[in-house]
Each structure stands twice: as C-alpha cells, then as structure tokens.
C-alpha cells in the first residue's frame, strides 16, 4: 500500500555544510502491517516520515500510495491522498495550539475535511470512547492536559479522517512505562478495528520488537537492517543492530546471549551527521567487527535469506 524507492533529503546548513538526513532510502509497507523504523537520534527517522507526507520535499525518489505516485503530485491533487496518510508528531506539547480549546481542534480538522457539524460531533464523541477519553475534555486547553491525555489526543486527531496509514513519530516518548503500555495497546486495537498501516518512529528497540510486524533500523540517514520483528529476536544480523538490541534494557537478550557470542551494547559517540563519510561503511568507525573493505567501500542492503535485508559487507 506504500513503497518507497530511493528516497533522499540534504539539509545544508548556514555554515554550508551539508547533512544527509536521508540518503537513499527504500521499502515498503503492507496493507494493515506496522513498519518499525528504529535509530539513534539524528538517524534521519522523522525526516523520512515527513518526506513520505510531503510535508517536506525531497530531493530524490518516489513515494508510492495505494500504487500511485505521489511525489509527482500538485499540492491540490496531493488533498485527498494526505486524508488517507496520517502522521502524529514527535511532541504532544507542541502539536496543538495554545490558543484553541481541544474540542475546537478537532473540530478544525473535521471542517477541514468537509464534515458538516453534527457529523464532526458524532465522530469526535465515538473517537473519544475509542481512545478512552471523557468528552469533558474537549473544553479544556491543551497546557490542561497531561501528556498521555495529550497523546491520546494527537492519536484521535489523526485518526479522525480514518487515515489508511498512520505515521506515529516516537508516540511514547515522555510518558512513563504504564501509559506507554495502554498506548501501544490502543495503537494495535485502533490497527485492528480500523484496518490501519502504520509506521511506528521510536528510538527503543524493545518496543520496537515487540509491536511491530517488520522493522528497519536506520543510521545516518540510511537502511542497515530491514526484517521481520520475528527474526529480529532471533537472529539480528548487522552489528549495528546487534549493539542496538544489546543496549536495550531487558533480560532476555542478556539469556538470549549466553554461550553464544556475545554483543556488546553499542559505545562511541553518536555520529555527527555533520560529517560526511563518503566512502565505506557509516557504521564502520564504531563497528567492533570492521574490516579494511568497510572503511573502503560503502555494503549494498542485500537480501540474504527471505526478507531479511542486511547492509554489511559480513553478512
Ligand atoms: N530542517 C532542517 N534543517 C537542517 N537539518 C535538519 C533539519 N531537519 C533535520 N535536520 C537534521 O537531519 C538529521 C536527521 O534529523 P531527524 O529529525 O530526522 O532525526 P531523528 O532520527 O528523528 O532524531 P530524533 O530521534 O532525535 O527525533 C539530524 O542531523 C538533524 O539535525
Ligand atoms: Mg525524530
């Protein structure tokens, strides 16, 4: 339902170096599938989940939605396809309007989309018995809600046009364990009842892991890893990925390495993106396994068994 093919975006900066926020990137997504993207921050995650929204253009590639491309389309013909593809974005803080009551949001959204009133009204109040809200809310303003409640919210506004795909840019970051729990709980309930694609932006792998179906890890701006969630836990392939999953807090990778080769969690700094490498493997200057040829000659993403992508000249 969505492909992407070779898509890419350089920041320059004022100084006039330039940043390779994406850089090339590919894939796909099926019809009711959650595609995890995974990465340290700066990886180039959500630059990619706006490129795919053209809320920001790119400068390569395509965009495929429902097989037709939209990276091609004027903003007026883009209206209808941007009803159907949905984003909810990184801060809840910062993504409803000071000035305007909650109820008053979304109600915006809903005129925007040509609903009539009562029909707004009978979609907001179903969407807040949906994500577990009180109506109460709706008069409240947004610095009056805590941050699940603000999240639920941002949920329910991108839900409100019943979007076929819903790009949630790290929808768990700033709340504690238990509310990250019911969320991930109503993103998968909301999958199911909605017929939802979705791509999940997070930073934690665990998470990652456990919701969705694929998931493809990205650094600097690039694929390392691309394979189904099953896999992954069990035979994750790119060092990169293998550090990544080391670090992340939990026991099982700790019971999953014993008597196998053990991964260290990842060290060295995060990289600066502001430093272009233009030959060899991005990861090759932290990889505790590279070689002569990383630092020479930048690995193909390469299909080494059924699905399961791999950029390592090791694999
Ligand atoms: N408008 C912009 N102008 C210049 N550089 C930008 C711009 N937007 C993003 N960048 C840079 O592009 C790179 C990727 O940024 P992006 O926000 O996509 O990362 P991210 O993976 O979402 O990180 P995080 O996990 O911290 O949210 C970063 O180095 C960032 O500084
Ligand atoms: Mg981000």
Redesign the pocket.
Known sequence: MLKVEDLKKY?T?SNGLQ?R?VDGVSFHVRENEILGIV?E????????GRLILRLIEPDAGQVYFGGEEITCLSRNALRPKRRKMQMVF?NPFSSFNPKIRIGGALMEVCRYYGMSVPESREKIELLLRDIGLSSDLLNRWSRELSGGQLQRLAIARAIIADPSLLIAD?PLSALDVSVQAQLLNLLDELRGSRSMSMIFIS?DMTVVEYFCDRVAVMYLGRIMELVSAAELSRNALHPYTRSLRASAPRLDVFKDSIGKEKTAPIKGETPN?QVLITKGCPFAPRCQQAQPLCIEALPQLREVSHGHWVRCHRS
């Open positions: 920041f900066l940043i926020a990465g921050s700066g990886c180039g995650k959500s630059t990619l990184q790290e930073h993106p």
